[in-house]
């Protein structure tokens, strides 16, 4: 058996633990106040790193008490993979807030997942142009949550420190981010743009509903404008009621549901043809809130949409991909795609754009696509661009 390890809480508790004991104990304290005097630790300790990450936007070198891998761990997950200065923007507003979603304890500390939403007020610098849904913008309202797997360390002085920080996927697998590269993120010019649905003069010029319109019956517009109100602030926690909810795997349930809310026609399907390639909706015939796998797996939707939709082109570059288009990601780069976004909209700087995304699985609403792509530099991405 190892030895046990005196920890002091910031309550100023003292914790107690030993290699085979789960949680801390404290002498004294009845085990049920115990458990949650640890919960109030863990999150506090989460508080503080989330308030560590904001805090690095105006001050990387404030001296807040934080360790200086804590202090590395939140720029690296804050302001040093924020890639929106790429894109031609600033942020003029930040909140980082933190939940605890579920946590075990150990010997040396505990191991937390965390939901960390980040919230950013984007602003475009001179020469820089927002358009989102076919309107411009000054200013982008930008959110984005993903989940975090923290590796606490309990320390002699202050109860826990963030010792490692790492980002789950909606697979399951882990990401870690990487300082950008202050690449630049917008890399199609409009010349070699010309029939991407966010090209500028559709974007500006007002124009008949049916103008937005394919072959396929698919208006881009009101699908990306499906997108904006279903993962704005008063949604980002809610799925449409009248369709199938698949929990944490809810990315192409949302962007079927955002192209049939444009107009592309659904299929029927039953049972027995509910995985075929062919066949794409949201309600199977008798079976009350089931869907086709074309739905709701991202692989599947992008059989269906690239080959029997009609409604797009396949456009492997996704920095090229326009309004109303799809965005599949690979989160483990092993050549199954596990992601699906769709693009709402573009940043325009000077003679380049770059798309801006919404989705689901986690909530992601109005984030520019090269902050994602900054933020996971080993997945893989494809797409589909709105056909006209």
Known sequence: MKPHAKLVSKTGMLLLTAGLVAAPVFLGVPAATADELVRQEVKQTVQDYSDLIESQYADPDANNGATDTEKELAKLNGVESDNSGASGLHVSDIDVSATVTSYSTSVDGASVLSEMTVRRTLVPEDGTTIVIAGERRDHLDSEYTETHLLELQGTAVSGYDVADDTIVNTNGSHSQPEASQDEDATGTSPALFAKARFARPAAHTAKPADNFTNGAGLNYVKAMQYAELWTDAAHKDK??????????????????????????????????????????????????????????????????????????????????????????????????????????????RGSKVGPVVCGKSNNTHDVPLADITGRHRGMKWKGLQWKP
């Open 239 to 348: 799925m449409n009621p009248k369709y199938p909810d698949y929990g944490d795997t809810n990315c192409t349930n949302f962007v079927s549901q955002a192209m049939e809310a444009g107009g592309l026609k659904t299929t029927s399907a039953t049972v027995l043809n509910k995985n075929h390639e062919d066949v794409w909706t949201g309600f199977i015939w008798g079976t009350p809130k089931m869907s086709t796998r074309t739905w709701h797996n991202v692989e599947a939707n992008y059989t269906y949409m690239s080959k029997y939709s009609k409604a797009f082109t396949v456009e492997n570059n996704v920095q090229r991909i326009g309004g109303g288009g799809i965005v599949y990601g690979d989160w483990e780069n092993d050549g199954t795609y596990d992601h699906a976004m769709i693009v709402v909209g573009y940043i325009g």
